[in-house]
């Protein structure tokens, strides 16, 4: 069974940094191009960030360039979205998000498994 369980998530002022992380089992992890949406009150679901396979290549939102950066430990089956100089629009559900091919795709419907979600909230 594949689970995809997402930490991290909190309340930070505006300006602050957060790292989430989310843990996967139940998969060859190595094998999953690793993403991160996230879905404000109202909103659709939208695309933040992705990672290749290997790590070697990064996909960002436009939203987040220059902000966020993702990275992932393969040996720990480990996927991180390091959030730095945080807006209150950032404000949303983070989901972590695993598919089998499709590096930096920004559709959530190529993504095959998906995490619960943990709340950031950033405050002005």
């Known amino acids: 069974q594949v689970q995809l369980v997402e930490s991290g998530g909190g309340l930070v002022q505006a300006g602050g940094s957060l790292r989430l992380s989310c843990l996967a089992s139940?998969?060859?992890?190595?094998?999953?191009?690793m993403g991160w949406f996230r879905q404000a009150p109202g909103k659709e679901r939208e695309f933040v960030a992705a990672i290749t396979r290997s790590g070697g290549m990064t996909y960002f939102a436009d939203s987040v360039k220059g902000r966020f950066t993702i990275s992932r430990d393969n040996a720990k089956n480990m996927v991180y979205l390091q959030m730095n100089s945080l807006k209150p629009e950032d404000t949303a559900v983070y989901y972590c998000?695993?598919?089998?091919?499709?590096?930096?795709?920004?559709?959530?419907?190529?993504?095959?498994?998906w995490g619960q979600g943990t709340q950031v909230t950033v405050s002005s």
């Open positions: 998000a695993a598919a089998t091919q499709y590096p930096g795709s920004r559709d959530s419907r190529l993504y095959d498994y």
């Open positions: 139940g998969l060859t992890f190595s094998n999953y191009v």
